[in-house]
């Protein structure tokens, strides 16, 4: 007879496993349906008519299965049914109700759920839209759902072969080796989820990760557009399309990005935004490509050229995403990221490799099979012309794609290069100057470029007027970089003409957007995009070359924080710097103060470390600025040792000072402070480690909410004024209570800032007008409360996110462009747009 379980909900997981299969039959059906549709149109048009009335009626209800997916997995979650692994595993009760959906997508099935999601949103969008591709792009679509579908489908053929992991397994399943799980009760013995990982309990985890997978999964949309062009053989009908949402994914895409490099340096101690992390290179290789593909399309739109490299860079997009899934859900990048999945086993690598294989078979068996009929042009085009040099942008875009690639998969192909050619092959030492040294000339030429082919035309261009326009805006724009290069110090040559190519870009475009295009803003839309590429690039330069820590480890105790190398290590502790609390330290410009900390309840607790920063003048001393900053961090989360730290920035307009702890005191640890004594009369000092507090006298007037009167009672008031080197800080109102004249209560105060703790203990009476007050002091020696502080200064960084947005809007402008002109010209846009 089987064990029945008490206390367990099984119906959601029932709800929610069935969701799941409903969902990939549903898909399978509308794909094949789809098929059958595409088969069936030149032969029999009104069944091929029916097919596409099953195959939309069928992706309709995947999309409504995956809706209910997502209902019963948050409903669990939500209601924190620890009985799934999935629950369990990612949730708790301490954890704060905003992060309910982080834990939704924070594990692998829950992301591939989010994945499959924004292909059902577009896809409804791609089957109201794609007219006569309707049925090729949503076969292609269909076939992709049902392989993500696949990802968490959690069945076995036999006992060695599993698809896919559903999230609704029981956590009994799961740990079926534990004797807990053996036990009817078991549910009474877990009492309590693992919990959200500490780094991701942030707002940054609840809106990113849905933005970048939207970005990803749109990548689907010209990636079907172009199957269904080959498959067909139409090469006219998919570009109006494929344009319009190239430029949608490059939006979107870019941005989630950016909020990646947003929430890195707001809220993680990476130290900056971008450190060309696999996992943050995983991301961007698929935006580049698309942003490359998107060019050639361009070009092929208005000269009939690049038609063969737009479908290679378009179906490569997708693929990478593929690919980068790959490396980021297979444990394969585990020694290189910080940021990778620590990986499911063989089952979903081989699964992930299957669905590349699949993918990629099919892309290069179209190409293979339309390339000899896909429309070319036999002359050669003039070298002054917008499609030659843009056609020359996409290459390098692809050339820098193709080097973080194989740059970012030496996990991948080390051990075949090692059984080849018997060496080793490692990432390098310090990647971030190696992708540096690389990428730098492709930011270069991009960024020229970008401005560049915008004074020249499709076809053919006036040399005369090209090179007087792009004569007069590289001088003003060697002013301006010789300008900033001069201020900011930058003395490196391969910088300095980055920084050129920076300011050209910017000075180009204005002066190409005001003068040529005269500010009409339905024309803008490249113009602003290239705009804003020139001011990321600008700010990425100021942001970083110029990056310096103000924190200087002058102590002479070296500080252990577990890098690779003996040299990673120095450096790291010279740019960390012990405050022990309530003593100024030089920091840059400032003095810094460790004043205190404050902690959150719960589990996980999280620790606000106050430091106060002061500029003074330096011959008056006069405080010009005063700001306090709040590092915080998890302290032996779960248990374990160590700490988990998101930094704290003052943000100004020309800088940001970023800061965030490397090493606390353990507050968990038992206090070795103690009381100490100090016999005091009436104005009478006692010092503190911070300060002094002068004792103002002692008060029967009692009106303290801390004490609650009682018969009988004979209570008394002392007054301390507290003094730090600001100043009074305030008064503090130990109370001594004599209680039915035999019992001694004590109210102590406290200043929790200073850690200071006052205790009025006895009052010594030695004539009729003389006494003596005994007030007992706590305070943490300073040696034994500390912080270790990591500040940087990041000049300018402001250019760089405003260079984001810039970006961004002039996507959506050409966009808003783009169907504007289809509209008008009913789908069929001028050459010269």
């Excluded at 030149?42 to 992706?59: A, Y």
């Excluded at 109102?733 to 019992?743: A, H, V, W």
């Excluded at 500390?786 to 200064?793: C, F, P």
């Amino acid at each position: 007879m089987a064990t029945q379980f008490i206390g367990e909900h099984l119906r959601p997981g029932q709800l929610g496993h069935f969701f799941v299969i409903t969902s990939f039959v549903a898909a399978l059906f509308s794909m094949f349906s789809y098929f059958r549709a595409v088969r069936t149109e030149q032969t029999d048009p009104f069944k091929s008519r029916s097919w596409i009335t099953m195959g939309r009626g069928g992706f309709v209800f995947h999309v409504l299965s995956v809706i209910g997916i997502f209902i019963a997995l948050f409903y669990i979650i939500e209601n924190h049914l620890f009985e799934y692994h999935y629950a369990w595993e990612h949730s708790s009760l301490s954890l704060e109700p905003k992060f309910l959906l982080a834990c939704f997508w924070e594990g692998q099935e829950g992301s591939f759920m989010l994945w499959t999601f924004w292909h059902c949103v577009l896809g409804i969008v791609v089957m109201l839209t794609a007219k006569s591709l309707e049925t090729r792009t949503m076969t292609i679509i269909a076939m992709v759902q049902v392989l993500l579908c696949s990802m968490i489908l959690g069945i076995y053929l036999g006992p060695n072969i599993q698809i896919g992991s559903t999230p609704f397994v029981l956590l009994r399943h799961i740990m079926q080796q534990a004797p807990i799980f053996s036990m009817p009760n078991y549910m009474s013995f877990i009492q309590d989820g693992n919990g959200l990982n500490t780094s991701l309990q942030n707002y940054w985890m609840v809106i990113h990760p849905p933005v970048l997978f939207l970005g990803f999964a749109t990548t689907l949309i010209p990636f079907s557009y172009c199957v269904a062009a080959l498959w067909k053989g139409d090469y006219q009908s998919f570009v109006k399309p494929t344009i319009a949402w190239a430029l949608f994914n490059g939006a979107v895409l870019g941005t989630g990005i950016m909020m990646g490099g947003a929430w890195a340096y707001e809220s993680l101690n990476f130290g900056g935004y971008w450190a060309w992390d696999p996992v943050e290179n995983a991301s961007l290789v698929p935006w580049i490509v698309l942003i490359a593909g998107l060019h050639t399309l361009l070009v092929y739109r208005s000269t009939g050229r690049a038609l063969t490299i737009t479908f290679f860079l378009l179906l490569l997009s997708h693929l990478l995403v593929w690919y980068a899934t790959f490396l980021t859900r297979t444990g394969i990048l585990g020694k290189t990221s910080v940021h990778a999945f620590t990986g499911d086993g063989k089952a979903l690598t081989y699964h992930l490799l299957g669905v590349i294989g699949l993918l990629l078979l099919i892309a290069v068996a179209l190409m293979w099979r339309r390339w000899r009929a896909l429309p070319r042009i036999k002359t050669e085009e003039e070298t002054l012309t917008r499609e030659f040099w843009m056609f020359i942008g996409s290459v390098i875009l692809f050339l820098s794609a193709m080097q973080i690639t194989i740059s970012t998969s030496i996990p991948v192909w080390a051990p075949l290069a090692k059984w080849i050619t018997g060496k080793d092959f490692a990432p390098p030492v310090d990647p971030v100057q190696q992708y540096n040294n690389i990428q730098v000339w492709v930011a270069i030429i991009v960024g020229t470029l970008s401005a560049t082919v915008l004074y020249m035309k499709f076809k053919h261009s006036d040399a005369k007027v090209v090179w007087k326009r792009l004569g007069l805006t590289a001088i003003i724009a060697a002013v301006m970089a010789a300008g900033i290069g001069w201020g900011q110090h930058i003395t490196t040559w391969q910088y300095d003409i980055m920084l050129f190519a920076a300011c050209y870009g910017i000075v180009a475009n204005i002066y190409y957007g005001i003068a040529v295009q005269k500010a009409k803003f339905k024309k803008l839309g490249p113009t602003v995009a290239h705009l804003g590429f020139a001011m990321v690039l600008l700010g990425i330069l100021l942001s970083t070359y110029n990056k310096h820590a103000i924190s200087y480890n002058v102590t002479g105790v070296p500080l252990d924080f577990g890098k690779k190398t003996e040299q990673e290590n120095v450096k790291e502790s010279r740019e960390n710097e012990i405050l022990f609390h309530g003593t100024p330290v030089a920091m840059g410009d400032y003095y810094a103060t460790y004043v205190g900390d404050s902690d959150v309840p719960g589990k996980d607790r999280r620790i606000y470390y106050k430091v106060n920063f002061e500029r003074r003048d330096s011959s008056t001393k006069k405080v010009l600025e005063r700001f306090t900053l709040y590092p915080d961090a998890f302290v032996n989360s779960k248990g374990q040792g160590g700490l988990s730290a998101n930094p704290s920035t003052k943000h100004y307009w020309d800088h940001d000072i970023f800061t965030y702890i490397n090493g606390a005191t353990d507050k968990t640890k038992s206090d070795t402070s103690t009381y100490k004594s100090h016999m005091v009369n009436k104005g009478d000092t006692i010092f503190l480690n911070d300060g002094y507090m002068i004792f103002k006298g002692l008060s029967r007037d009692v009106n303290d909410k801390r004490y609650m009167p009682s018969n009988g009672d004979i209570a008394v008031k002392a007054t301390l004024s507290v003094y730090d080197i600001n100043g009074l800080v305030q008064d503090i109102n130990p109370l001594y209570i004599l209680r039915d004249n035999k019992y001694l209560l004590y109210v102590e105060d406290t200043i929790p800032s200073m850690d200071l703790y006052t205790r009025f203990s006895s009052l010594i009476v030695k004539s009729k007008d003389s006494a003596q007050t005994e007030i007992m002091v706590r305070q943490t020696d300073p040696k034994d409360d500390y912080i270790v502080l990591k500040a940087l200064v990041f000049p300018y960084i402001n250019v760089l996110w405003l260079g984001v947005l810039v970006m961004v809007f002039g996507f959506f402008i050409s966009l808003g462009d783009h169907l504007w002109i289809l509209k008008i010209t009913n789908g069929k846009p001028k050459a010269d747009q």
